[in-house]
């Protein structure tokens, strides 16, 4: 095939139950000029043979097998550098796209020429249920309306490269797609934009980290001070309004 126009970046780490679904969402694309590459952070499920069945009749699936069982981070890193898009799309392994996702979300780029997007997204149960119709975002988002807004959803990201640049996710284990966003918003764009068009669904899987509230205060928290070096009375300034955000997002 001739150069993708959007590589789409997932991570997977047995996810075996979703990742058929999470593939054929991205395959049945509107938009069809794209590269899907799933880095495999060493399952111990059938998530290989479920992707590579899949690469055999769709050669925009790519899959890549990490040697050491590395974190999203790291995952995400590699499926970047292996990347040929001009354009970075993220999607994690057990949510799933819209069918015009890319097509609706490119057009809002180059429209406007926006360098990062994101956009709404519904969420549902781990059988494919809708709990919520439509998760507004808000219009933009700068760096310091990003910390106390953690409002893009890593599954509804899009990133101009030959606008932002090569960049790459901090190395940490949990929240490095708010902490890329937070180091894109200091460097290379002021602002990112929302589309409030519901183009992504959210699967909330009881257990997971991003199913941990504790989980989720702990790593806003570490972002704040370890990631962003924030001095205590910001972190604890930012910390307030992100909680505040978060109590409203569930009224």
Same mark, same amino acid.
């Given at each position: 095939?001739?150069?993708?126009?959007?590589?789409?970046?997932?991570?997977? =780490?047995?996810?075996?139950?979703?990742?058929?679904?999470?593939?054929?969402?991205?395959?049945?694309?509107? #938009?069809?000029?794209?590269?899907?590459?799933?880095?495999?952070?060493?399952?111990?499920?059938?998530?290989?043979?479920?992707?590579?069945? %899949?690469?055999?009749?769709?050669?925009?699936?790519?899959?890549?097998?990490?040697?050491?069982?590395?974190?999203? *981070?790291?995952?995400?890193?590699?499926?970047?550098?292996?990347?040929?898009?001009?354009?970075?799309?993220?999607?994690?392994?057990?949510?799933?796209? !819209?069918?015009? !996702?890319?097509?609706?979300?490119?057009? #809002?780029?180059?429209?406007?020429? =926006?360098?990062?997007?994101?956009?709404? #997204?519904?969420?549902?149960?781990?059988?494919?249920?809708?709990?919520?119709?439509?998760?507004?975002?808000? !219009?933009?988002?700068?760096?310091?309306?990003?910390?106390?807004?953690?409002? %893009? *959803?890593?599954?509804?990201?899009?990133?101009?490269?030959?606008?932002?640049?090569?960049?790459?996710?901090?190395?940490?284990?949990?929240?490095?797609?708010?902490?890329?966003?937070?180091?894109?918003?200091?460097?290379?764009?002021?602002?990112?934009?929302? $589309?409030?068009?519901?183009?992504?669904?959210?699967?909330?899987? !009881?257990?997971?980290?991003?199913?941990?509230? $504790?989980?989720?205060?702990?790593?806003?928290?570490?972002?704040?001070?370890? %990631?962003?070096?924030?001095?205590?009375?910001?972190?604890?300034?930012?910390?307030?309004? =992100?909680?505040?955000?978060?109590?409203?997002?569930? %009224?």
């Amino acid at each position: 095939m001739n150069k993708p126009i959007i590589s789409v970046i997932t991570p997977v =780490y047995n996810a075996e139950k979703y990742i058929e679904n999470t593939i054929n969402s991205v395959r049945e694309q509107t #938009f069809a000029h794209f590269e899907m590459i799933l880095v495999d952070d060493c399952s111990t499920d059938n998530s290989r043979e479920v992707i590579e069945k %899949i690469t055999k009749v769709d050669s925009r699936v790519k899959y890549v097998l990490l040697e050491n069982n590395s974190g999203a *981070a790291v995952a995400r890193n590699t499926g970047i550098e292996a990347a040929k898009g001009r354009y970075i799309a993220f999607l994690d392994s057990d949510d799933v796209w !819209k069918k015009d !996702k890319l097509s609706q979300q490119l057009n #809002f780029m180059e429209k406007n020429h =926006y360098a990062f997007t994101y956009t709404a #997204f519904e969420t549902i149960t781990e059988n494919g249920e809708i709990i919520q119709e439509k998760v507004l975002v808000p !219009k933009s988002l700068n760096y310091k309306q990003l910390l106390k807004n953690t409002a %893009i *959803a890593c599954s509804t990201v899009i990133i101009d490269r030959s606008l932002v640049g090569e960049f790459s996710m901090p190395l940490v284990r949990k929240g490095q797609d708010t902490a890329t966003w937070l180091k894109l918003l200091k460097g290379p764009v002021k602002n990112a934009y929302g $589309l409030n068009e519901v183009l992504s669904s959210y699967r909330k899987v !009881k257990g997971s980290i991003s199913d941990d509230k $504790l989980s989720a205060l702990k790593r806003t928290w570490n972002t704040y001070r370890n %990631i962003e070096k924030l001095p205590l009375p910001k972190a604890v300034y930012y910390f307030t309004w =992100y909680v505040l955000n978060a109590i409203k997002k569930r %009224i």
